[in-house]
């Protein structure tokens, strides 16, 4: 289990919607993120969500002008934080994250791993409400967390 999980908008955002962001702390116990996600995510966190400043200003500013402000900072506060893993969901800020060295997962990767560990019963009833908002997942990633959450039909 990595020490620190910094999870993304998009994460807080799916797993709201769809009322299962009590997977993180299930999981995790702690969650960190930054101020400028808070601000995009624009609602109360859990007391388990603990907000944090990224100390290098300028790397998450380099980082914004090719990702989203709030990945960018995500990003930013892994690089400073070792033994930290970010939950990203745009290909594009997962790209970049990868090339710096940062390990990422995403939020169906967090149900998978909810499964796997026995927090919920299936994969599928999460990947139904969640192809019901509109979050885009493809078909190829829901056969991949179906077989990987050994729920392959």
Not at 10 to 16: K, V, W
Not at 19 to 44: C, R, S, W
Not at 81 to 95: C, E, F, G, W
């Amino acid at each position: 289990m990595p020490d620190i999980i910094i999870a993304d908008t998009t994460c807080f955002i799916i797993l709201s919607k769809i009322n299962e962001l009590h997977l993180l702390q299930k999981l995790y116990g702690t969650v960190y993120t930054t101020v400028d996600i808070a601000q995009e995510f624009n609602m109360p966190f859990p007391e388990w969500v603990l907000i944090r400043s990224v100390t290098d200003d300028k790397k998450k500013q380099i980082l914004a002008l090719q990702i989203d402000r709030g990945e960018a900072s995500a990003i930013a506060l892994a690089l400073e934080t070792p033994k930290s893993v970010v939950v990203l969901d745009d290909l594009k800020a997962r790209i970049f994250a990868e090339k710096l060295g940062v390990t990422i997962t995403g939020t169906i990767g967090i149900i998978v791993k909810a499964k796997l560990l026995g927090v919920i019963p299936s994969v599928v009833p999460l990947l139904t409400k969640i192809k019901e908002t509109n979050f885009r997942i493809s078909s190829t990633v829901i056969s991949i967390a179906l077989k990987d959450a050994g729920e392959v039909l």
